[in-house]
């Protein structure tokens, strides 16, 4: 299991605070989702002693030059799927793939852990999507019903990006129990596919979905998980309640204050973005591993 790192106040409090930083925040704001609020961290409340990151050479660049170093770049060649470590999935995963101490670390915030459960797409991709969800989030509802689908034809299926999910269920006990039952059939591999039968039942629910124990089972047979008899008992049993839990300790920890929110490559997403600015930051992020810039792990 990943472990909460220690995170220096310096790392995200400049990235998720300060707006209009050459790129690295995009968005007016932290929170889309303002129902609940995470407690500031000290990453938070000492950030305007930081000073802001400098731009990188890709970033000014034109967009032309920048699709050029896109068309260039080296997709990755892994599954799409995770796969099975000794026949069984990790659902108790969370955090990152290694300590973070400094803004230098960003890139540790993707796992890329090829039998992560909570992930899809090549796990050699130039670039990660790491997504701080929840839920019972209308915004993050949005997003997944508008923009992940047209990223994963776009990027994803191409090898271009990964996604991994971070469960950040601050919307309260619905939202809790519901990412212990995204966590119950991702045991079952099933993951994603339950992810999209929950958000696509909430996508025209004006509000919190407030989804319960029932739904879930319903979701988990939608989604092809085979054991719902296992899947109801890790319910039941609360199985997975402190790694969600822990999850959420950890975004905390790293200054994540709504959701959706999104650490793409090196970069920071607040909110559910239009599909044209998750494009634009994808884009840049591609076009610093080709020239050079970001190095990705093999």
């Given at each position: 299991m990943s472990q909460v790192p220690a995170v220096v106040w310096a790392l995200f409090g400049v990235l998720l605070l300060i707006a209009g930083l050459g790129g690295y925040v995009v968005g007016t704001k932290a929170t889309e989702d303002t129902a609940a609020q995470a407690a500031p961290s000290a990453a938070q409340q000492?950030?305007?002693?930081?000073?802001?990151?400098e731009d990188s050479e890709v970033e000014k660049m034109s967009k032309e030059e920048i699709a050029e170093l896109v068309s260039q770049v080296e997709p990755g060649s892994g599954s799409l799927e995770p796969e099975a470590k000794d026949g069984a999935f990790d659902a108790t995963i969370y955090g990152p793939s290694g300590e973070i101490q400094?803004?230098?670390?960003?890139?540790?915030?993707?796992?890329?852990d090829a039998s992560d459960p909570f992930a899809y797409g090549a796990v050699d991709a130039p670039v990660v999507i790491s997504e701080f969800s929840d839920f019972e989030c209308?915004?993050?509802?949005?997003?997944?019903?508008?923009?992940e689908p047209e990223l994963i034809d776009q990027y994803?299926?191409?090898?271009?990006?990964?996604?991994?999910?971070?469960?950040?269920?601050?919307?309260?006990?619905?939202?809790?129990?519901?990412?212990?039952?995204?966590?119950?059939?991702?045991?079952?591999?099933?993951?994603?596919?339950?992810k999209h039968e929950l958000y696509t039942a909430s996508k025209d629910v004006n509000g919190h979905p407030e989804f319960?124990?029932?739904?879930?089972?319903?979701f988990a047979k939608a989604a092809g998980v085979e054991d719902i008899d296992a899947f109801t008992k890790d319910l039941d049993d609360e199985t997975y309640a402190q790694p969600v839990e822990e999850?959420?300790?950890?975004?905390?920890?790293?200054?994540?204050?709504?959701t959706p929110s999104f650490v793409v490559g090196t970069r920071y997403v607040s909110g559910a973005q239009p599909t044209e600015t998750f494009v634009e930051v994808i884009d840049v992020e591609l076009a610093k591993v080709a020239a050079g810039e970001v190095s990705v792990p093999r």
């Amino acid at each position: 299991m990943s472990q909460v790192p220690a995170v220096v106040w310096a790392l995200f409090g400049v990235l998720l605070l300060i707006a209009g930083l050459g790129g690295y925040v995009v968005g007016t704001k932290a929170t889309e989702d303002t129902a609940a609020q995470a407690a500031p961290s000290a990453a938070q409340q000492d950030s305007d002693a930081a000073a802001p990151p400098e731009d990188s050479e890709v970033e000014k660049m034109s967009k032309e030059e920048i699709a050029e170093l896109v068309s260039q770049v080296e997709p990755g060649s892994g599954s799409l799927e995770p796969e099975a470590k000794d026949g069984a999935f990790d659902a108790t995963i969370y955090g990152p793939s290694g300590e973070i101490q400094s803004m230098a670390d960003i890139l540790k915030v993707a796992r890329r852990d090829a039998s992560d459960p909570f992930a899809y797409g090549a796990v050699d991709a130039p670039v990660v999507i790491s997504e701080f969800s929840d839920f019972e989030c209308p915004y993050c509802s949005r997003y997944a019903n508008t923009t992940e689908p047209e990223l994963i034809d776009q990027y994803v299926k191409d090898g271009l990006v990964r996604i991994e999910w971070n469960d950040y269920a601050i919307n309260g006990p619905h939202a809790v129990s519901a990412a212990q039952a995204g966590r119950a059939a991702a045991a079952q591999g099933k993951f994603f596919a339950f992810k999209h039968e929950l958000y696509t039942a909430s996508k025209d629910v004006n509000g919190h979905p407030e989804f319960g124990r029932e739904d879930f089972i319903r979701f988990a047979k939608a989604a092809g998980v085979e054991d719902i008899d296992a899947f109801t008992k890790d319910l039941d049993d609360e199985t997975y309640a402190q790694p969600v839990e822990e999850a959420q300790a950890y975004a905390n920890g790293l200054g994540i204050q709504g959701t959706p929110s999104f650490v793409v490559g090196t970069r920071y997403v607040s909110g559910a973005q239009p599909t044209e600015t998750f494009v634009e930051v994808i884009d840049v992020e591609l076009a610093k591993v080709a020239a050079g810039e970001v190095s990705v792990p093999r």
